[in-house]
């Protein structure tokens, strides 16, 4: 979310906005997310009781732009060694990459990508520890809500369209330029000015940098007297992306050119196939509890061939103010609404980590309400 918010913000958040939920896991060690103080892998919870899904009313529903504190949904299962990333990534990086890749290095005859998908699950469950978590005890994430239940998604040279509509811009919406210079070296207080990490600047040499930039540094850069082009990089339409959702090269999606995606909305029934089953797989399955098979082009749910589905619950999908450097519902799908936590309130305390204490703190940003 950054610009938006900044590296090193603590919020409060207010879980009363959109309801309070009644914890999926009520045996817990307080004011801890999912592992103990101090440690690395003891969890903060017992899994002898679990509750089944409930929200009590709030005072509103989430609404499209609505700054968002969600359960990670990809965060069911996590590798121990690496909390930070998606497990389920990680086994599509492994299976492209070692395995996909591999055989074409060695001439050898390609298999499907499932085929590979398989090899790396025992890959990487035989070189690490892996854990499993309820709804209510993985990682907190936060995001921007650009599509709510029953809407329709498209994203067009980096410009989000919510039914046919551009989508508001807001300040803090970053993207990473390619900005050529003179040759000259980009100053240093000209970064710190605009609150630009040092580790955010790559140098590709002869005055080359892609750095990530609000459209109002953009326009900062180019009034730079050493500063030649200001340009954003944009995937053009049609490149596929494997990381991004759905995952498969029949939409051949990335993070600037995606969709049309309809977003699934509770008690609306669609119709399914193999064609479009890839959009609803994790949701009939992970989130909604069922169990789904694919036979000779044909689609079981629970045993019963069929050729349609209702959804339980609402969806919606949350994208980062920082775009090019999102992980997000672009990688990982829909988040459903039993994994929705809260509203951020306001900034208790801010940190620079690039210096040190006290001059670290940021009081400018302290009390001020999330995302202005």
């Not at 919606?316 to 775009?323: I, K, L, T, V």
Request: aromatic share 14%; net charge positive.
């Amino acid at each position: 979310m950054e610009k938006t918010l900044q590296i090193g913000d603590h919020l409060f958040v207010s879980k009363l906005k959109y309801g309070p939920k009644i914890p999926n896991t009520p045996l817990s060690f307080p004011f801890a997310q999912h592992t103990m103080p101090l440690t690395v892998n003891t969890k903060s919870y017992l899994n002898w009781i679990q509750w089944p899904y409930k929200r009590l009313k709030g005072f509103t529903h989430v609404k499209n732009d609505d700054i968002v504190v969600f359960n990670f949904p990809e965060g069911d299962t996590v590798l121990v060694q690496y909390q930070a990333d998606s497990y389920y990534l990680q086994l599509r990086r492994v299976a492209k990459n070692d395995f996909e890749a591999g055989n074409g290095r060695f001439g050898r005859p390609l298999q499907s990508f499932d085929y590979y998908m398989g090899m790396a699950r025992k890959n990487v469950l035989a070189q690490n520890e892996i854990t499993v978590r309820p709804v209510d005890k993985r990682d907190n994430y936060i995001k921007r809500c650009i599509a709510i239940p029953g809407d329709t998604l498209r994203i067009i040279n980096t410009q989000v369209h919510i039914n046919g509509k551009p989508q508001k811009q807001y300040p803090g919406i970053q993207y990473r330029y390619l900005v050529q210079t003179d040759g000259s070296r980009i100053n240093t207080r000209t970064l710190e000015k605009l609150k630009i990490y040092k580790e955010d600047l790559h140098d590709w040499g002869n005055g080359l940098y892609e750095i990530p930039l609000i459209a109002a540094n953009a326009e900062e850069f180019q009034k730079l007297g050493n500063v030649r082009s200001v340009q954003k990089k944009i995937r053009p339409q049609g490149v596929y992306d494997d990381e991004i959702f759905p995952h498969d090269e029949r939409y051949p999606w990335n993070v600037d050119n995606f969709g049309p995606l309809w977003i699934p909305k509770k008690g609306v029934t669609i119709n399914i196939d193999t064609a479009n089953i890839c959009f609803y797989y994790r949701i009939i399955t992970a989130y909604e509890g069922n169990d789904l098979k694919i036979q000779n082009g044909d689609i079981y749910i629970n045993g019963v061939k069929t050729g349609s589905y209702t959804f339980k619950m609402d969806y919606y999908w949350m994208m980062g103010d920082n775009r090019h450097d999102s992980l997000d519902s672009r990688f990982w799908g829909f988040v459903p609404e039993d994994h929705i936590v809260g509203a951020p309130r306001s900034v208790w305390l801010s940190l620079n980590k690039e210096k040190s204490f006290p001059f670290n703190i940021r009081f400018g940003r302290m009390f001020r309400p999330a995302g202005r």
